[in-house]
């Protein structure tokens, strides 16, 4: 039966969960993110010309979720930013992006003094959470905060239903941070309900970050000043051009990321998009979706064509930012 598109409460979304929190407890390797170095004198200037998020502030004990755009404000890469050492920064990426996003920010280095270069292959990830998440650092609960660990970081980031999440960055050689091994599907799970999309290729070009509420989970700087595709950015902002935002569904079909969705009240083109998407633990699939607000509140949605699966729209995670 296709139910309302208009997303469910809070205590409804705790009862459409498909798995308990406590699924989301141990460490998984991420083979599917790599890392772009940035060292140099320069490296938080370049930076901070070039990506949604101010760097000339980043300390050692804070990471940044960032946007690299187009000129006309459309998303092209996503990272998670933080401070090694004094002269170099680590961007956290989508592995398949990395390549493309690694010439791009080549071609602006021009006279600064930076270099860049791919450095996944010095480093290993994993996702760390539950119980696995070390304890001696403070700040557990705070997305984005940093610990360091000798020659290794953690990086706090958006809890799962409740459950904490964290991403263990070490050298490339170290032994995984301790912890019950955790399925890389279960992992994947844990991403999308958290709300917080990675850009993949299957969506580059699609999202003005707002269209993702980048802006509500730390993506968006709107007072650090110019960088490519910031005056798109602030207008969806502040002239209230915005028409889209980011939802979490659940489907019983299979979603993939870039795969459109339909509205009944016009079926002859999409209303959105998947942006990410996971196999749900007790079936189906969850998926964080964009799309128009006026159509997620009321009616129905599918999936990939106007006669597609349903899907059931969920409380979000987090609040959105009203004011800036």
Same mark, same amino acid.
């Given at each position: 039966m296709a139910m309302n598109a208009a997303p469910l409460s809070a205590a409804d979304s705790d009862t459409a969960a498909q798995a308990p929190a406590a699924a989301l407890n141990g460490v998984a390797p991420l083979p599917r993110l790599g =890392?772009?170095? =940035?060292?140099?004198?320069?490296?938080s200037k370049f930076l901070h010309g070039l990506l949604s998020q101010d760097f000339l502030q980043l300390g050692g004990t804070e990471a940044r979720l960032a946007a690299l755009c187009s000129p006309k404000g459309r998303m092209q890469?996503?990272?998670?930013a933080l401070r090694r050492g004094t002269s170099e920064i680590l961007l956290v990426c989508s592995r398949d992006l990395l390549p493309?996003?690694?010439?791009?920010?080549?071609?602006? =280095?021009?006279?600064?003094?930076v270099r860049l270069r791919d450095a996944s292959d010095a480093f290993v990830l994993f996702g760390v959470a539950g119980d696995a998440i070390d304890s001696r650092a403070d700040s557990l609960d705070k997305p984005w905060a940093v610990a360091t660990f000798g020659d290794k970081f953690r990086v706090g980031l958006y809890p799962a239903d409740g459950q904490p999440r964290a991403l263990w960055i070490a050298p490339a050689g170290a032994a995984a941070p301790p912890g019950e091994p955790l399925a890389a599907e279960l992992w994947d799970w844990g991403e999308v309900r958290s709300g917080v999309?990675?850009?993949s290729q299957p969506v580059v070009d699609a999202f003005v970050p707002q269209m993702l509420n980048y802006e509500s989970v730390g993506g968006v700087d709107f007072h650090k000043g110019c960088y490519p595709g910031q005056e798109v950015v602030a207008r969806s902002q502040f002239r209230g051009?915005?028409?889209?935002?980011?939802y979490l569904a659940h489907c019983d079909e299979p979603l993939s990321a870039g795969q459109e969705l339909f509205h009944g009240s016009d079926p002859s083109q999409p209303c959105g998009r998947v942006a990410q998407a996971a196999p749900a633990p007790r079936g189906g699939c969850d998926a964080i979706v964009s799309i128009q607000t006026q159509a997620a509140a009321s009616g129905v949605i599918r999936a990939g064509s106007p006669d597609g699966a349903p899907l059931t729209?969920?409380?979000?995670?987090?609040?959105?930012?009203?004011?800036?």
């Amino acid at each position: 039966m296709a139910m309302n598109a208009a997303p469910l409460s809070a205590a409804d979304s705790d009862t459409a969960a498909q798995a308990p929190a406590a699924a989301l407890n141990g460490v998984a390797p991420l083979p599917r993110l790599g =890392v772009i170095g =940035v060292q140099g004198d320069d490296a938080s200037k370049f930076l901070h010309g070039l990506l949604s998020q101010d760097f000339l502030q980043l300390g050692g004990t804070e990471a940044r979720l960032a946007a690299l755009c187009s000129p006309k404000g459309r998303m092209q890469a996503s990272f998670i930013a933080l401070r090694r050492g004094t002269s170099e920064i680590l961007l956290v990426c989508s592995r398949d992006l990395l390549p493309a996003t690694l010439k791009r920010l080549t071609m602006f =280095v021009l006279r600064a003094k930076v270099r860049l270069r791919d450095a996944s292959d010095a480093f290993v990830l994993f996702g760390v959470a539950g119980d696995a998440i070390d304890s001696r650092a403070d700040s557990l609960d705070k997305p984005w905060a940093v610990a360091t660990f000798g020659d290794k970081f953690r990086v706090g980031l958006y809890p799962a239903d409740g459950q904490p999440r964290a991403l263990w960055i070490a050298p490339a050689g170290a032994a995984a941070p301790p912890g019950e091994p955790l399925a890389a599907e279960l992992w994947d799970w844990g991403e999308v309900r958290s709300g917080v999309v990675t850009l993949s290729q299957p969506v580059v070009d699609a999202f003005v970050p707002q269209m993702l509420n980048y802006e509500s989970v730390g993506g968006v700087d709107f007072h650090k000043g110019c960088y490519p595709g910031q005056e798109v950015v602030a207008r969806s902002q502040f002239r209230g051009t915005l028409k889209r935002r980011a939802y979490l569904a659940h489907c019983d079909e299979p979603l993939s990321a870039g795969q459109e969705l339909f509205h009944g009240s016009d079926p002859s083109q999409p209303c959105g998009r998947v942006a990410q998407a996971a196999p749900a633990p007790r079936g189906g699939c969850d998926a964080i979706v964009s799309i128009q607000t006026q159509a997620a509140a009321s009616g129905v949605i599918r999936a990939g064509s106007p006669d597609g699966a349903p899907l059931t729209l969920l409380a979000l995670p987090y609040p959105l930012l009203q004011d800036v």
